[in-house]
């Protein structure tokens, strides 16, 4: 079963995500952090992410596996290093960059062969799992997503900073010749901006169950 999550930055689709494949015994994965992975790793070779075609031979030469919801690039855990300033001012353009998607797309596809999983980003629902027997929109207004964002890194970026770039990065996700973000037809559509993540969590766990339960009538 593939339960397909959409939505824009700052939605907490990655920790309803893993709450729920938790909950389910699912394999998580979460497609933004394969683009994070490659900028991270193209970055660190001393190259220019704006180079996109480099951006791609960089992802072709290193092998990218998960391994409890971690990114691994040749076996070894990255995962806390796609979090950066640094990663976080181009991976939406870099991500925007059509052969790339269809590089990550498929491997996606070939990880998620014969398994349960929850898969997160943002085309999820619409190009790459579009037969998906389950699809969710996470949604919620753009000063919610900034306050959430500015709460968890305090340190960092002041709030009306934050709230341009979540603005700025719909725009770019929203207007991508390939994988533009956008609501499928068929999505169990939910705005977290007022619920709790445990809310979030059960109205798609409800989702799930009455699915496998429609199976197994």
Partial sequence: ?????DGPAGV?????????AKECGFYYLNSGSFYR?????H???GKDPMDLP???ETAKAHVLSVSDGHIQVEGKDIEDKLHTAQVDSVVAQVSAYAPLRSHVNDQLKVIAKD?????EGRDIT??????AELKCYFDANAEVRAERRFRQHPDGQDYESVLKSIIERDKIDKNKAVGALQVASDALYIDTSYLTMVQVCEKVLSAIFAL????NR
Avoid: N, Q, R
């Fill in 126 to 131: 619409t190009v790459v799992f579009p037969d």
């Fill in 43 to 45: 970055l660190s070779e």
């Fill in 37 to 41: 992975a490659y900028t991270y790793l």
């Fill in 115 to 119: 398994m349960d999983v929850v898969v």
């Fill in 12 to 20: 907490g689709k990655s920790s309803i995500a893993k709450m729920i």
């Fill in 54 to 56: 480099s951006v791609l």
């Fill in 212 to 215: 496998k339960g429609e199976v």
């Fill in 1 to 5: 079963m593939v339960v397909a999550i």
